[in-house]
């Protein structure tokens, strides 16, 4: 019983970190129908300037976090801008293409510059631990799994209440009328991705206080969470949330049940859950992104 | 004149005693909206049905669920004596209904030859066939008809090269290439020149006369589907609003102001 | 069917016969040119050439085989494989497992290696070849780390990291005229196929797969029977390939470097072409070899910064500009070239003379 709390404690944490990581995704998909390939290596890019700017610049991750985020921001549309929008009138297998290559490319350029040693950002509460009962949680994932709430509910703010934020909206429902009614529709594709991918390195950069990471990290993130969106159907932050608790929560049980293996036996769940999900519900991923009609 | 929505149709051609198509009490709905509502629609043998209406009308959703590329949520669909309500859109394809698109859908990385092959395809064919390149009635039948449309100079082009019209054209021999009985056109003749219009018609004609192939041409250019149709089905607001021949319908006061006069 | 052409079209008609039969030559050159450079490469290990030339040649032929068949899938057929690795790794492990542990002859385990990973390919591949390609693209990835974590794991089975030691009976030539023959079957096999109903049905699925079903085209049947094909072949590689190097691990047989090679090669010739992947290998091996001489992770970086380049400026490969590049800068240039003095007679064929060519 003490073990199920435990893990249950442990899957929520995790989930609410991959909740972020999967909107990000999501967002990017349900705007510009494009699924970024390299979306695992924009969030362990993410990390590594965390890791940056607290060892060389001693700044604490929270303090790093509006700079990720826009950093990430200019970052991902610069690149949409200069290499997914040239292909993203072209059949589809193109921009996948491109964002296969992203991936090589920053996950190459980690491992030249960082080397493939694995790299925690420390924080001043790192070896804090918050204990009741007869549970523990280390602060920095309390820290993050606040902050990733935190930031999913400004997303959705932003989406539903700005303006800029409807007008994205209404580019993923139909470009053409978009275009009419004067939306710059290649300037909201660009921010959609900034968006997301500044949502990308915010995770990224929570997640490097947690645990090890390394430059080949990033495929597995991509995956889950892809996982995560298919499985929460609708795109919504609410069905993205319920999945990302579920995954983690499946994750955190197996690695706390099953000695060793366990996080690989969590990479081959990931795996068995895109299958399943995608066989039992292909139409479901049509509504993905929460945007769409 | 019949501008109920439930009275059978007349047959008009060729006297037979079945349709080649029979659709009852069609039913569509996208969410809330009801594009198609309870409509009957057939088409007898060797006939040429004009389908028009204004935007919105519900026509290309008809012809969607006609084709089983949409499925409709009620009603039900024979086609030559069976019925196709549950079958797939390639199933369909097979027993004998070509159909064109209002967006050209050719395969711009095939050739207008290959593209024509691709229109011939049959029931039951084994892996060990498909492997040969198409056999030769299939290449003759390619042949044929491309000389019929007069597009031999575009065989070894890329489909993806040719102008809007020539597409028309290639898109028609698709059509034809397994004999069928009966052949959808969605708005073949838009984006095409006054002159390919006229061929358009009569390679039509003669396609009606030489082979008894029955058409429904869905259209906007109202000239084009006065001179062709033997009978014409107004359609608005996703209901029969009137079928007859085309001087019934030009005489229809309900379908003037509702449309033509428009 | 004759019936509907009219009597007094014959000047038309003797146009069109002018028009559609190809000469026979024109039809097998591409037949030709592969028998005569299999030949001549057959001949290579007489020439007194040293062992590691012979290496090269034979790890091009390899890789000639796989980029060729991740082409019928990714290629041809548009479902963009980004795992394909896996079944390298599974024929891999199949011949692997069955040579060390129940001592069973070489060539038996080929077939066995090649049944096997088209077995996994069609019970993957029924769920998610139904669905579009991005989805199909990224589930193949999940399934590629995830059976290298599952091989990691099944240390009884496959020895985990430690890895499988094979009986060390290398010879070169061996394997020299097994992947050459391999390769020339392949180029030939992708040459059929590219004529035949099957190789254009998946031509028009990639275009517009809802065009092709209504067309009456078995898209379903199309797909999985083209995906548990190239699995079989590149599952067959994989058991060749793992009795070569005489030792297998999971690192090694679920390399990630696979999955890039094999689609850097192929779009740099051209996806979707009978010689693409051909000429691909060729011009990628030649370059990593000579300019790249493996210097670390950084070719992931350069491999991935190509990619991106050739996707953003050439995106039909050079095979692809070659033959149909109208719709690119490079590729209209070429055609210029070729077809400069060939003087365009009337308006109508004005517009399309820069297209007019034969096709493979």
């Known amino acids: 019983m003490h073990t199920l709390i435990q893990v249950i404690i442990d899957g929520v944490i995790l989930g609410g970190f991959y909740a972020l ?15 970024n390939l390299a979306h695992g290596e924009f969030l362990i890019l993410g990390a590594y300037m965390a890791w940056v700017a607290q060892e060389y610049l001693g700044l604490d991750v929270l303090m790093t976090l509006p700079l990720l985020i826009a950093l990430g921001f200019g970052f991902g549309w610069v690149v949409s801008r200069v290499v997914i929008m040239p292909v993203l009138e072209r059949h589809e297998l193109m921009p996948l293409l491109i964002t296969f290559g992203l991936a090589s490319v920053i996950a190459g350029l980690l491992t030249v510059t960082f080397t493939t040693t694995p790299k925690v950002t420390t924080a001043a509460y790192s070896d804090s631990v ?6 523990r949680v280390s602060v920095s994932k309390a820290v993050m799994l606040v902050a990733a709430l935190v930031l999913l509910t400004m997303l959705t703010l932003f989406l539903n209440r700005t303006k800029k934020g409807k007008a994205m909206k209404a580019t993923a429902q139909n470009r053409e009328a978009a275009r009419i009614v004067g939306i710059n529709v290649t300037r909201m594709y660009c921010s959609a991705f900034g968006l997301g991918t500044a949502v990308a390195f915010a995770a990224g950069g929570l997640f490097s206080v947690t645990q090890g990471f390394h430059p080949f990290m990033g495929g597995l993130f991509t995956l889950k969470a892809f996982v995560i969106v298919v499985l929460g159907g609708g795109g919504r932050v609410s069905g993205t949330l319920a999945a990302a608790m579920f995954v983690g929560i499946i994750e955190a049980g197996l690695s706390g049940y099953v000695s060793n293996i366990g996080t690989s036996l969590g990479t081959a769940a990931a795996f068995v859950l895109v299958v399943v999900v995608l066989a039992l519900r292909p139409e479901g991923i049509s509504r993905l992104g929460g945007v769409r009609a | 004149m019949t501008t109920s929505a439930t009275s059978t149709p007349p047959l008009t051609k060729g006297q037979q005693d079945h349709y080649i198509l029979e659709a ?8 809330g909206v009801r594009a198609v509502r309870e409509v009957d629609f057939c088409v007898a043998p060797g006939e040429i049905v004009g389908l028009v209406g204004p935007n919105g009308s519900g026509k290309s959703t008809l012809l969607g669920c006609l084709s089983r590329d949409i499925p409709a949520d009620r009603g039900t669909i024979e086609f030559n004596g069976e019925d196709i309500g549950g079958l797939r859109t390639m199933q369909v ?16 990385e095939l050739t207008v030859w290959e593209n024509a092959l691709l229109g011939r395809q049959w029931k039951g064919v084994g892996l060990g066939k498909l492997l040969r390149p198409p056999d030769a009635a299939t290449r003759q039948r390619a042949g044929d008809l491309i000389d019929l449309m007069e597009i031999p100079h575009l065989t070894h082009l890329y489909a993806g090269n040719i102008s809007g019209g020539q597409m028309r054209l290639v898109e028609l021999v698709m059509a034809m290439m397994s004999s069928p009985t009966l052949v959808l056109l969605d708005e073949a003749t ?21 082979e008894n192939v029955a058409f429904i041409v869905v259209e906007h250019n109202i000239g084009f589907i006065f001179s062709i149709a033997d009978r014409i089905v107004v359609l608005d607001d996703g209901q029969q609003l009137a079928n007859g021949t085309p001087h019934e319908i030009s005489e229809n006061k309900e379908v003037i102001d509702a449309y033509l006069g428009a | 069917m004759s019936t509907v052409v009219q009597p007094a079209e014959a000047e038309r008609r003797i146009l069109a016969a002018t028009a559609r039969p190809r000469r026979k030559v024109v039809k097998y050159r591409s037949l030709i040119v592969l028998l005569l450079a299999g030949v001549g490469m057959g001949l290579v290990p007489y020439s007194g050439l040293n062992d590691s030339v012979l290496l090269t040649l034979s790890t091009m032929f390899m890789w000639i085989i796989l980029s060729s068949s991740w082409n019928f899938i990714s290629g041809f057929t548009g479902y963009v494989d980004f795992g394909h690795g896996v079944f390298f790794g599974l024929g891999g492990y199949v011949t692997g497992l069955l040579v060390v542990k129940a001592e069973m002859p070489f060539a038996t385990t080929v077939p066995l290696a090649a049944v096997f990973a088209a077995v996994f390919a069609l019970l993957i591949g029924f769920p998610l070849l139904r669905l579009r390609g991005v989805y199909f693209s990224i589930a193949m990835l999940g399934s590629f780390l995830a059976m290298r974590e599952l091989v990691l794991m099944a240390t009884p089975l496959t020895e985990g990291a430690q890895g499988l030691v094979l009986p060390p009976e290398v010879n070169r030539l061996f394997f020299y005229y097994l992947f050459l023959g391999g390769a020339v079957l392949i180029v030939a096999f992708a040459w059929w196929l590219r004529r035949s109903q099957f190789g254009m049905s998946l031509l028009a699925i990639k275009d517009d797969e809802r065009g092709a079903e209504a067309r009456g085209i078995n898209t379903t049947l199309l797909k999985l029977t083209v995906f548990c094909l190239s699995a079989a072949i590149t599952g067959a590689v994989g058991a060749c390939w793992a009795y070569e190097i005489t030792f297998i691990d999971p690192e090694i047989m679920f390399r990630d470097s696979f999955l890039i090679n094999v689609a850097l090669m192929t779009v740099l010739g051209g996806l979707g072409t009978v010689w693409g992947p051909v000429v691909g290998t060729v011009l990628f091996l030649m370059v990593r070899d000579t300019l790249w001489a493996e210097q670390g992770n950084s070719f992931l970086v350069v491999f991935g910064a190509f990619l991106i380049a050739i996707v953003l400026f050439m995106p039909e490969g050079i095979v692809g500009t070659v033959q149909r590049g109208e719709r690119t800068v490079l590729g209209r240039l070429i055609n210029r070239v070729r077809h400069r003095g060939a003087g365009a007679a009337d308006a109508d064929s004005l517009e399309t003379a820069t297209a007019v060519r034969s096709v493979q």
């Open chain 2, 24 to 31: 009852r009490g069609i039913t569509k709905s996208f969410g």
């Open chain 2, 93 to 108: 394809a097979r027993r004998g209904m070509g159909r064109t698109f209002q967006n050209v859908r050719l395969f711009p």
């Open chain 2, 190 to 210: 838009s984006g095409v020149n006054p002159t390919l219009i006229e061929s358009l018609k009569h390679y039509v004609k003669v396609l009606n006369d030489e």
């Open chain 1, 130 to 135: 918050i204990s009741l009962l007869d549970y």
């Open chain 1, 21 to 35: 990581m999967a909107q990000g995704l999501s967002l990017i998909f349900g705007i510009m129908r494009v699924i």
